[in-house]
Each structure stands twice: as structure tokens, then as C-alpha cells.
């Protein structure tokens, strides 16, 4: 595996655009739990406080209950999930700039083609995007 590939598990990438879509047509949002930047262990769906089709944050109250959680299981921030209902799977300006997670990847999956969901990984640090070879694995 080359260093900008990153593995994906089938059922992991089903749940994220599971949740996604019931959440249209707002952004759906969520953490994916992992050990440091190595393997995406558990997706954690959250709400979207702002009700919104183009932006989107995390609850506090789920924020917190997830990050609790984490760590009593010892892991980390592997990821950060987010859906664009109806613009490309790219970080937007807004994105990039509450991008408090330079060490997390950001997840983005895109509903251009409903039929078709596209899920884009990137990692962010200060202006700079780098998107991730993504390879979808089944147990």
C-alpha cells in the first residue's frame, strides 16, 4: 500500500452514505473512529446543528458522547465525515477553513448522482488539500 492510499471498509463506506442520504437534503456529518492515521475502525453518524445544505457542524452533544467514547476505547480522530448534497465531493473554502484536524482525514461524499454517490477522501493542512487514493476493502 503506497503512503496516500487509504482503506475504506465496505460496510463502513455503506453506513456513511446510508446516513447521507437520510439526511438529504441537508449535509450529513459524522467521525470515523481509527488508530492515528494507520485504520478506520467505526463510523460514528452525528446531526448537523445547522440544518443546512451547504454547511454543516457537528452537535455538541455528539461531538462530545463521540469523543468520550473514543477515548475510553483508546482511539482516535481517524476522520471526519461530511456529505455535499448537491456540489462535487471537494473540500469547499469552508471546508478547508474550519479544518481544525491537520493529523485527520476529511471524508466528503457527494450526491451530484444520486444514483451514484462518490466518495472523495482528502487530507487538509492549512490551505494545502491533498486528496487520498481510496480502496474500498471487504472483510
Not at 448534497?85 to 485527520?104: H, L, M, R
Not at 466518495?119 to 474500498?136: C, N
Request: aromatic residues 10%; negative net charge; charged residues 25%.
Amino acid at each position: 500500500m503506497q503512503t496516500n492510499e487509504i482503506l475504506i471498509p465496505g460496510v463502513m463506506n455503506d453506513e456513511m452514505i446510508r446516513h447521507a442520504r437520510g439526511e438529504l437534503p441537508y449535509e450529513a456529518c459524522g467521525i470515523i473512529a481509527g488508530v492515528a492515521g494507520k485504520k478506520a475502525v467505526k463510523f460514528y453518524p452525528a446531526r448537523n446543528e445547522l440544518k443546512s445544505e451547504t454547511r454543516y457542524n457537528i452537535a455538541p452533544e455528539d461531538l462530545y458522547s463521540i469523543l468520550m467514547e473514543l477515548e475510553k476505547k483508546g482511539l482516535d480522530v481517524w476522520g471526519i465525515f461530511h456529505s455535499h448534497p448537491s456540489s462535487p465531493a471537494y473540500p469547499s473554502a469552508t471546508d478547508i477553513k474550519q479544518s481544525y484536524y491537520p493529523d485527520s482525514y476529511y471524508l466528503i461524499v457527494s450526491f451530484l448522482n444520486p444514483n451514484k454517490p462518490e466518495l472523495r477522501v482528502f487530507k487538509i493542512d492549512g490551505e494545502e488539500v491533498a486528496e487520498m487514493v481510496v480502496i474500498i476493502c471487504q472483510p
